[in-house]
């Protein structure tokens, strides 16, 4: 019998898209021959993957986990809404979620990493696309972290437990009480999924969306003097941060009064008995950014797809 290696694995994985094992399995059964093992691979129905790999997924699931001091999103794509109604698929995102809250919001670390049941989470995620017959993706993972105090979360659009549309994470840094910087932090949370910041203070805001805003201010009030025309650009830049930077944001929560997400911050460390300190939040929404092709609809969609 032929010496199965780790580069023969290798290539057999690059040219289907099967898992590892399956790979392994299908070199040993095929005595080492790459293109028997395909065929191979092809019989037992593990090829798909790779035929799949080029189709859009932009729908999927977001994730969040949290343990302790430590919470991760992620968001797992697929191609179709059907899927994230998909047992399998659900528990798959809910699996890589807890690997990630353990070892970190590195991608492609955390492809390699092992995966509960053995294999790696490329390997889960390779073998669902040829279970389920739609191509997948980890598509990003954020993690937050907090010395001590406690992480909120929120999942809108919830599907199952920790599973939905967007999912958020705030992390208030705190030695108060966790009860109530545990409402807090939930609060903030929903605020967060509903008011979409763009970041978190001013001093968090990207430079040149700052001076963008800036150069738009001062274009709208050209010819006034060059004092006033300072004024002015200073008094904008504090309106758009009230509408960007979730410190500066009112809270949406009819309780809070009008207060901003800061003042509402600061008014609870008399409840909490300590001071509180909002370190980050982390917002993902499913599908942002992704391109999806127009065109199709949706009898075409899963024509397209049987086809």
């Not at 995620?125 to 017959?133: C, H, K, L, P, R």
């Not at 939905?164 to 605020?191: C, F, M, P, Y």
């Not at 509408?243 to 009008?258: M, P, R, W, Y």
Request: proline letters at 2%; glycine letters at 10%; hydrophobic letters at 45%.
């Amino acid at each position: 019998m032929s010496i199965i290696t780790a580069g023969m694995v290798k290539d057999l994985r690059e040219k289907t898209g099967a898992g590892m094992m399956d790979c392994k399995t299908a070199l040993s059964a095929t005595d080492g021959d790459i293109e028997s093992a395909i065929d191979w691979l092809r019989k037992k129905g593990l090829s798909k993957a790779a035929k799949k790999s080029g189709r859009v997924a932009a729908e999927g699931l977001v994730a969040v986990a949290v343990h302790g001091h430590d919470a991760v999103v992620i968001e797992v794509n697929s191609e179709t809404d059907f899927v994230a109604r998909n047992e399998e698929f659900q528990a798959l995102v809910r699996s890589i979620a807890l690997v990630a809250v353990e070892k970190g919001d590195d991608v492609n670390q955390l492809l390699g990493t092992h995966y509960p049941g053995g294999g790696t989470v490329s390997d889960a995620i390779a073998n669902a696309i040829a279970t389920i017959g739609e191509n997948m993706t980890l598509r990003r993972v954020a993690s937050l972290h907090v010395t001590k105090g406690v992480i909120g979360s929120y999942v809108h659009n919830a599907i199952a437990d920790n599973l939905g549309k967007i999912g958020v994470l705030v992390a208030l840094e705190s030695t108060g009480d966790s009860e109530v910087l545990g409402n807090l932090a939930r609060q903030i949370a929903l605020h967060v999924a509903a008011a979409n910041p763009m970041a978190l203070d001013p001093a968090s805001m990207d430079p040149t969306v700052v001076l963008r805003e800036r150069n738009v201010l001062a274009d709208k009030n050209a010819g006034k003097p060059a004092n006033i025309l300072e004024k002015i650009v200073e008094g904008g830049l504090k309106t758009f941060y009230k509408e960007v930077c979730l410190t500066d944001q009112i809270s949406i929560h009819a309780e809070h009064d009008g207060k901003s997400i800061a003042q509402v911050v600061k008014e609870t460390e008399g409840k909490a008995g300590a001071p509180v300190a909002l370190k980050g939040y982390v917002r993902f929404a499913l599908g942002d950014g992704i391109e999806k092709p127009e065109g199709l609809d949706f009898a075409a969609e899963v024509a397209a797809l049987q086809g």
